[in-house]
């Protein structure tokens, strides 16, 4: 079993930089115009040949309230009659798709998320599967990973119990803070009875898993206050839970202009706020698996990190990183083999686009030699927190010291100050290192000093 992560301030002080999250890399930020729709039909007919499996992830925009803090691609409308042409160019979205996959594709992992999946009426989630299944490959024995996000003011047991007749297994449940206050400031009011009632059905309905996501940092928010959220959290018991350092970016956000920054938590109390929740969820017996992300022991993920399978996509932590990952709607993100695309992030434009009888790929990136290695390097060390260096060197035909020789004294400051263990066989990312990890793994990012690091947000 890994060792438990340690805390130490000075070393998070001098290493809590703005960075990516790497749930891909090369990251998003590289990806450019000069990836098309040719470029995905080619991937696809790749993937075909192979009959690789696949993971579909679903993108639905909608929200009838905005919520301050959030930075999705979403489009709020109390306006229900919108979701309807854009299931229309959905759907003939997957079923362009769908006629360059093999039907022997088998579909081990889909995701619903948003927005807000379930601002669908039940006439239009029941329409939209049955159109995926009619075109992909989806099991009906409830093996795979089938997950949705969910609003708990958006769903009430029958929406829960029609969502489990579809076939999902899986949910991910926006809690964010139980707090009225911190609630009234970020325009999302949600009661404990609400998420209480969606998790009670989740359970009745035997979903296989409930992941519960918690944001620390946002406005009215006290290390207090918000050690009682997590304390509530932990007595309903998720499989997973998320805890994400909110990024107060509004230059970049509209919606998060209506947040007083006065009314932010300062750093120091940001930090208290993580420090105190990975001691109550340590305490209640979670298992940290990196990058925010909790998990009971018996969960699939701290398993997976067990038996050093655990992957990372855009999906973020996954056990289905060996599956050709097909994003369908606005803004939706694809991975197939070495091919990254993504359908235009503008509403307009993407139902245009399919109104056409075009796909809407709008931006992309195929990989090179030098991004497959290191892609490779930042995935061994963001999920298992250790790199030996002869499996990277047997697979590409490399020394990795001598390839990486610039970076070399990087690593040995980072060894020295207490992050990692290094040798001239494997880097070790030591407990105090491992809240850390993007850190580590920038060192690694051939692009990062291309961009300002204004588009990133913090490590912690």
């Not at 803090?69 to 798709?97: F, H, S, W």
């Not at 105090?432 to 580590?440: D, I, K, M, Y």
Request: hydrophobic letters at 40%; aromatic letters at 8%.
């Amino acid at each position: 079993m890994l060792d438990t992560i340690r805390w130490d301030t000075d070393l998070i002080r001098r290493y809590d930089l703005a960075g990516p999250r790497y749930t891909s890399y090369p990251t998003a930020v590289q990806f450019n115009a000069q990836v098309g729709s040719f470029d995905l039909f080619h991937a696809l007919r790749e993937s075909r040949k192979a009959l690789r499996p696949l993971s579909l992830y679903v993108h639905v925009p909608f929200c009838a309230n905005i919520c301050y803090y959030c930075a999705c691609n979403k489009v709020i409308t109390k306006d229900r009659g919108r979701a309807l042409p854009y299931l229309q160019r959905l759907e003939q979205e997957i079923q362009l798709i769908a006629c360059h996959l093999d039907p022997q594709q088998k579909v081990e992992q889909l995701h619903f998320g948003g927005g807000t999946p379930t601002f669908l009426s039940h006439d239009e989630l029941r329409q939209l599967m049955a159109h995926l299944r009619e075109h992909f490959n989806l099991l009906d024995d409830d093996s795979g990973d089938y997950g949705i996000e969910i609003d708990p003011r958006e769903a009430d047991w029958s929406t829960m119990g029609l969502l489990r007749e579809l076939g999902f297994n899986r949910v991910s449940i926006g809690v964010q803070d139980l707090d009225p206050a911190v609630q009234r400031a970020v325009n999302r009011l949600q009661t404990l009875e609400q998420t209480r009632a969606v998790i009670d059905a989740a359970r009745t309905l035997q979903f296989r898993s409930i992941n519960i996501d918690l944001i620390y940092g946002l406005p009215k928010q006290t290390p207090d206050n918000f050690a009682r959220t997590v304390e509530e959290v932990i007595h309903l018991q998720p499989d997973r839970a998320s805890v994400f350092n909110y990024a107060h970016l509004p230059e970049r956000f509209m919606p998060q202009r209506r947040i007083n920054g006065n009314d932010l938590p300062t750093p120091a109390q940001k930090l208290e706020m993580l420090q105190r929740t990975i001691d109550q969820l340590t305490a209640a017996g979670y298992r940290y698996i990196g990058m925010d992300h909790f998990a009971l022991p018996d969960d699939e993920l701290a398993i997976a990190q067990e038996e050093s399978t655990l992957q990372r996509n855009f999906q973020g932590y996954t056990t289905h990183g060996h599956c050709d990952l097909i994003g369908l709607g606005v803004s939706a993100i694809s991975q197939i083999g070495d091919l990254y695309c993504q359908n235009s992030s503008d509403l307009t434009q993407y139902q245009n686009s399919l109104a056409s009888a075009q796909l809407a790929t709008s931006r992309g990136l195929l990989c090179d030699a030098d991004d497959r290695l290191r892609r490779a390097v930042i995935q061994q060390l963001i999920c298992h927190f250790h790199l030996e260096f002869a499996e990277i060197e047997q697979t590409f035909n490399i020394d990795f010291q001598g390839y990486f020789g610039e970076l070399w004294p990087q690593l040995q400051q980072m060894a020295k100050d207490g992050l990692i263990e290094l040798d001239r066989q494997s880097i070790n990312v030591l407990p105090a290192g491992r809240l850390l990890v993007r850190s580590v793994c920038m060192v690694f990012d051939a692009y990062l000093q291309q961009h300002s690091q204004q588009r990133f947000s913090r490590v912690i």
